[in-house]
């Protein structure tokens, strides 16, 4: 099993400029999760699923959007790309919602705005 | 507003010695506690956790401690080693949830 894996590793978009970082999971995850982790801060949560066809905001969800056609996708999208949007974005999934369930996550996609 | 809290961003420590890392958390509803270990370019992998029935749980060289009166746990390794450099979060959840709110991180060094 790959588990989490994310493209691109590293990407430098232009204020305004739009993107998709890409998400997919082989482990049959039924929950997945997109986190920001900015210099000297935690994860903070951006978007969840818990299933094919089923968003819902997380913490800062303000300038993003995601999509779940599949299991094994969660994309992330960037409309209007702004320099607060630098950040490492992280992708995970987790199989149960029980207590010893945990969270598996992808190695991130370093994002820097200009 | 911060929920889980790390108060030291970072700890040295000598190999062979103990690691004491620490975390506060201000909501009483969390029963479900975990630590993540991450290295650099890398995301974070599950390390240990405990639930709130318990107030330690072992494996091998790393220990949770949970104190559920003051709010607080704390995570030590020992003995450390070169390997365990590294940032480590806290995280909590709730009952049979599924999102985590996690702390900001320590960076732990190890010196040989």
């Known amino acids: 099993n790959a588990g989490v894996t994310q493209t691109p590793k590293f990407r430098i978009l232009k204020i305004g400029q739009s993107m998709t970082l890409q998400c997919t ?4 995850h039924n929950y997945m999760y997109w986190y920001r982790q900015d210099p000297g801060m935690g994860l903070k949560l951006i978007y969840y699923s818990v299933g094919a066809g ?3 905001k997380g913490e800062v969800p303000n300038g993003y959007n995601v999509s779940r056609s599949t299991t094994e996708d969660f994309p992330l999208r960037l409309e209007l790309a702004a320099p607060s949007q630098t ?6 999934s987790s199989g149960l919602a029980g207590k ?6 992808g190695p991130g996609t370093r994002l820097l705005v200009l | 507003d911060q929920q889980v809290k790390q108060n030291s961003p970072s700890l040295s420590v000598q190999e062979g010695r103990i690691s004491i890392l620490n975390c506060d958390y201000t909501n009483s509803m969390f029963d479900y506690f975990l630590w993540y270990k991450k290295y650099p370019a890398e995301g974070p992998t599950f390390l ?3 639930s709130s029935i318990k107030d330690k749980n072992e494996d091998g060289r790393f220990t949770v401690f949970l104190n559920k009166s003051a709010k607080h746990l704390s995570l030590h390794i020992v003995p450390s080693q070169p390997g365990d450099s590294a940032v480590y979060f806290c995280a909590a959840r709730y009952s049979n949830d599924y999102k985590l709110s996690f702390g900001a991180g320590t960076t732990v ?4």
Do not use: H, L, P
């Not at chain 1, 010893?100 to 996550?105: A, L, P």
């Open chain 1, 25 to 28: 999971q082989d482990m049959n």
């Open chain 1, 54 to 56: 089923i968003t819902d």
């Open chain 1, 87 to 92: 950040s490492v974005y992280f992708c995970a």
């Open chain 1, 100 to 105: 010893k369930e945990t969270q598996y996550f």
């Open chain 2, 48 to 50: 240990i956790s405990i």
């Open chain 2, 109 to 112: 060094t190890v010196r040989a």
